[in-house]
């Protein structure tokens, strides 16, 4: 058995997310997490949020709540949310815990100990329209590498160069539009990145089985221009983790908190301690200390070494997790666990243009769930996550792949075996027959598909998985139709009962392997097969002779019905303005 920790990018705290940040982190973190356990191994699955930071500062004032509240109430809408995904966390955390406060200030301790953070007295912009510093994301202006007017102070969306406010050529407050800005003298505290530089460029250069995407983002900021750079890791804000040098003050960085980058790479760890005190891991072992059982995830030292740790994100969180973070866990000089694969993805747009939570434009969470169950939505996005290049989510095209994927293929599948055998045999698996050479063929083709559709789930090849697990439903179809079992019992009802004992096999199957995709219609018809907790299949041969004759079965309610025009349209309108 092996042993894996799987970790999502955090979402923001500031807002419902949207559909691409679903499809770019949590969802398939989820997909990742489900097959692993569900061939057996041992999974750590955890997930939080994002919490630090002027704009759930902002979001708050705009709330009329404490920032603390508002966080508070917002982290259990998105965890609600994520339940209605079925996002399988074992465990949804806070960046904001006593924990990653207690966590962070230990790692920049030991950074500073080590020589790897210095103080540096600059310049920042202050706002007196705003009557605050603005941080990073608060100031806009033209990007000095690419030209984009507007680059963000923390990172040009254009070009993913991460900036910092001064860099900017023209910059205004994006609070208020005051560029009345002005320098002001402060002192900060930088992670010195450029010292660890070679370190990181050895690490990714082992690193040839990673995504391209990983990996080229990662170079990129590695040698372009000047190279990697120190990183500033403190703000002048009320709102994130105070400025600490483990339990000790900070002189000179008083009333100063951490970035956020800074400390929510670190909540990842954190959020194991808060599994573990939250009682929802194992008990410790006896005479061990509690924190082994969250150590035993994240301490070489302490149970980890056989831990295959796996990371999820969006492009756009690639450098901090490729550069910054791993320059926290190696620069501490503790045996932390360090990544060993990082999943990213490009991005998925919305009908010709960017999904975007700022100006709410797309499908939300929420909304999505209004409007459809949970598995409609997770196999049209992991079907089309955007892994090679940008996807593009149009109401068309989801429409038709739900329709022709979940409705013609499986779902009809499904429902005419178990409705043929109701009415024909009664609800119970039916003997008789012998299977002859189409069914050795279809159980070889079986046999081959099932073994793509692991090959490229253990690959984590999001749309191929999915591309294979549709493969293996088509067969089954295909073999209904060219045997047609509805003809066959006119003639010889024995090869016809076969036929059907072989169709509701398959479809016990699917369920049992689509799960990672989709969950509830699969529990539905696991339900309905009577056979609720099967096993992953070790061979299709045998998985296929599962239940025997007599094994009682029900006909499934819902399996999948067909977005209509009508309805399509509808929602086409209903999602083109802007969500408020
Ligand atoms: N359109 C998209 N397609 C795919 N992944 C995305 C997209 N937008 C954001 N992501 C990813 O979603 C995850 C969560 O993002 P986060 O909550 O930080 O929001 P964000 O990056 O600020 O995006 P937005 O401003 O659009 O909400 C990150 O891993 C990010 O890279
Ligand atoms: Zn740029």
Redesign the pocket.
């Known amino acids: 058995m092996a042993r894996h920790l799987i970790t ?5 705290i500031n ?1 419902i ?10 969802l398939p973190a989820d997909l990742f997490a489900r097959y692993q356990r569900a061939r057996g191994h041992e999974v750590l699955f955890l997930c939080a949020t ?1 919490e630090h930071g002027t ?1 759930a500062e902002l979001a708050a004032k705009k709330a009329g709540q404490p920032v603390a509240e508002y966080c508070r109430e917002m982290h259990a809408v998105q965890a609600k949310i994520a339940e209605g995904f079925r996002l399988s966390f074992d465990h949804f955390g806070r960046s904001s815990s006593p924990q990653n406060h207690r966590l962070t200030q230990h790692f920049a301790a030991r950074l500073a100990d080590r020589g790897l953070i210095r103080e540096v007295s600059e310049t920042q912009m202050y706002s007196p329209t705003d009557g605050r510093y603005l941080p990073d994301r608060y100031i806009e202006g033209t990007c000095p590498n690419c030209g984009f007017d507007s680059a963000r102070g923390d990172q040009c969306d254009n070009c993913t160069k991460q900036l910092d406010p001064v860099d900017l050529i023209n910059p205004h407050s994006t609070i208020s539009g005051a560029t009345d800005l002005e320098m002001r003298e402060t002192t900060h505290l930088y992670l010195r990145q450029s010292e660890m530089r070679q370190q990181l460029q050895d690490w990714i250069d082992s690193k040839a089985d990673w995504p391209v995407l990983t990996t080229s983002i990662a170079k990129k900021w590695l040698n372009d221009g000047d190279g990697l750079q120190d990183r500033g890791i403190t703000r002048d804000l009320d709102w994130g983790v105070p400025v600490k040098r483990g339990d000790q003050d900070w002189p000179g960085m008083e009333g100063k908190v951490f970035y956020v980058w800074f400390d929510a790479p670190i909540e990842y760890i954190a959020c194991a301690q808060e599994w573990q005190e939250a009682g929802k891991g194992p008990a410790p072992e006896p005479g061990a200390d509690k924190d082994s059982v969250w150590e035993r995830w994240w301490r070489t030292d302490k149970g980890a070494e056989d831990v295959t740790y796996t990371q ?6 690639v450098p901090f997790h490729t550069l910054s973070f791993p320059v926290t866990i190696l620069g501490s000089g503790e045996p932390w666990k360090l990544v060993d694969y990082i999943k ?7 009908e010709g243009g ?5 100006r709410g434009r ?1 499908v939300f969470m929420d909304q999505a769930l209004e409007i459809l169950p949970a598995d409609y939505w997770r196999w049209w996005l992991l079907s089309h996550a ?1 892994e090679s290049s ?1 996807a593009e989510f149009t109401w068309e095209n989801f429409q038709t792949s739900v329709n022709k994927d979940l409705a013609d293929v499986l779902g009809n599948f499904a429902s005419r075996v178990t409705k043929f055998c109701r009415s024909k045999f009664g609800e119970a698996v039916p003997e008789g027959g012998a299977e002859g050479a189409r069914e050795a063929q279809l159980i070889d083709d079986i046999a081959t598909g099932l073994a793509e559709y692991e090959r490229q789930m253990e690959a984590m090849e999001v749309r191929k998985s999915a591309a294979a697990l549709r493969a293996l439903w088509v067969l089954g179809n295909e073999y209904l139709q060219e045997v047609a079992p509805w003809t066959t019992i006119k003639t010889d009802p024995e090869t016809a009962a076969m036929q059907i004992r072989l169709g509701l096999n398959l479809i016990r199957f699917y369920a049992v392997i689509s799960q990672p995709f989709i969950p509830d219609a699969c529990a539905e018809l696991l339900a309905a097969m009577q056979s609720e907790g099967a096993d992953w299949p070790d061979a299709a041969a045998a998985a296929l002779h599962a239940l025997p004759a007599g094994h009682a079965f029900t006909v499934p309610d819902v399996t999948f019905r067909k977005i209509t025009d009508a309805e399509r349209e509808e929602w086409q309108t209903r999602f083109s303005g802007r969500r408020d």
């Open positions: 999502s990018a955090i979402p923001y807002g997310k949207h559909l691409g940040n679903l499809v770019g982190s949590q994002d704009p999820f994100m969006g492009k756009d969180n990213s993805f490009n991005y998925l747009n919305y960017q999904f975007s939570t700022s797309g955007p940008d």
